[in-house]
């Protein structure tokens, strides 16, 4: 959960400062989108070696050598430098946090809980996640306040988030390590070794891909991230089309981050209670819902009522992220190959970091800047009604599966 926790916030710092990094970077919005284009590129190439690498080494030293490759990017990243070397420094941010890093934390999850308790171990560790989010984000935005206050200089907000950055990638050098220390080797423990049997093999991989599993939980990832996406727009969006100041923007998404906690610990225990496939269902309906609602209502209403929207919009995106990793218990993976079939679904589930900032230039081109925005919401919750459906399906087959297995017994 540290280890998470820390890793994600510098490279995703648009979704409390956006406005103040265009202009401290002196980039556009769709240089931006370009630069998040480049880390979706290295993210999706990066999945499934990820997940052999994560079957072959130890979590440990990838953990620690992910957290450090992390935390250098960011360093340089403070010193502002040049547009190029920012998209350098994305490509490292890139590399360090899926190739060596994605798959070994999600498998050590897995290997950790049962077919029964897959809802709420997902659904903790993001919840727990994202109260180290929260909890570092606050520290960020007591930072950017207290060193910018009411000054609109650039001068000050360029110190104020330059500040932040060094805050973020020194918490990621200290939990590096941390995660060395203390951590436990993986390889080396005499209860998490397996027979020759069961071990990695790379002929095992067509046990992978012939597992329809697979790529319905890829497309359930694909389509519950891309309205997750969204989250990284509503700072923009109060900003930039509501008049919001920057403070008041940070102090907004710092409430959303609070409901990752929230929203991913009970959408576990719900997936647990209820169903897998009907809590994530549930949690993309609702946050259509919301986004819609965000489409629609007057510009006019009161910053409270948008805030307040966004909040509720922000507890479904994190019961989303907190449950459409539970499906794995329902995949029939076996666990020497689960790393590996986690790089596969992650390949599928995280295209949208390519596809969708493309998209966004496109919209934002089309439809001016306030109609950017809200064409992004629609289309976004058209999306997450998609992927409702899509679960739905993942639920029948699996049940029918499930029945057929009984006959057969």
């Known amino acids: 959960m540290l280890a998470a926790g820390a890793i994600y916030p510098v490279i995703y710092l648009r979704a409390q400062y956006q406005e103040t990094i265009l202009e401290v970077f002196n980039m556009t919005l769709p240089q931006m989108n370009n630069l998040y284009s480049i880390l979706g590129m290295v993210f999706v190439f990066g999945y499934f070696p990820s997940g052999i690498l994560s079957d072959k080494f130890s979590a440990k030293n990838l953990l620690a050598i992910s957290l450090l490759g992390t935390a250098i990017g960011g360093f340089w990243f403070a010193q502002v430098p040049e547009f190029s070397n920012v998209g350098i420094i994305f490509a490292i941010w890139g590399f360090f946090s899926v190739f060596t890093f994605w798959s070994s934390h999600m498998k050590v999850v897995k290997m950790l809980s049962t077919a029964d308790e897959d809802g709420r171990f997902f659904g903790i560790l993001d919840g727990g996640r994202g109260l180290v989010e929260a909890l570092l984000a606050l520290v960020a935005l007591g930072i950017f306040s207290g060193i910018l206050g009411t000054s609109l200089d650039l001068g000050d907000k360029k110190s104020a988030l330059i500040a932040v950055i ?19 080797d993986d390889k080396k423990k005499g209860a998490a070794q397996i027979d020759e049997s069961s071990r990695f093999r790379f002929s095992d991989l067509g046990e992978v891909f012939k597992n329809k599993y697979v790529y319905l939980q890829g497309l359930v990832v694909f389509t519950g991230y891309a309205v997750f996406w969204t989250n990284y727009y509503f700072g ?22 609070w409901m990752r906690p929230i929203g991913g610990t009970l959408g576990g225990f719900l997936a647990d209670k209820i169903g897998k496939s009907v809590t994530i269902a549930g949690a ?32 479904f995106l994190y019961a989303i992220r907190g449950t459409y990793w539970c499906l794995l218990g329902q995949s029939k993976i076996d666990a020497a190959i689960m790393g590996t079939a986690i790089g596969v679904i992650s390949f599928i589930g995280y295209l949208p970091d390519i596809v969708l900032p493309q998209m966004n230039s496109f919209l934002w081109n089309t439809f001016g800047n306030e109609g950017g925005y809200k064409a992004y919401f629609v289309v976004s919750m058209v999306i997450g009604l998609a992927g409702a459906v899509i679960a739905i399906v993942y639920k029948k087959l699996h049940t029918a599966d499930k029945a057929k297995a009984k006959v057969e017994v």
């Open 236 to 257: 923009g969006h109060l900003q930039t089309n509501l008049g919001v100041s920057p403070v008041a923007v940070g102090s907004i998404m710092v409430a959303v981050l």
């Open 284 to 315: 993309l309906v609702g946050a259509g819902v919301c986004l819609v609602l965000l489409a629609v209502l007057p510009s006019t209403l009161p910053t409270a009522v948008y805030g307040a929207l966004i909040i509720v919009s922000g507890l």
């Open 166 to 184: 060094y805050m973020y990638s020194a918490v990621l050098l200290v939990t590096s390590i941390l995660v060395f220390i203390f951590v436990e």
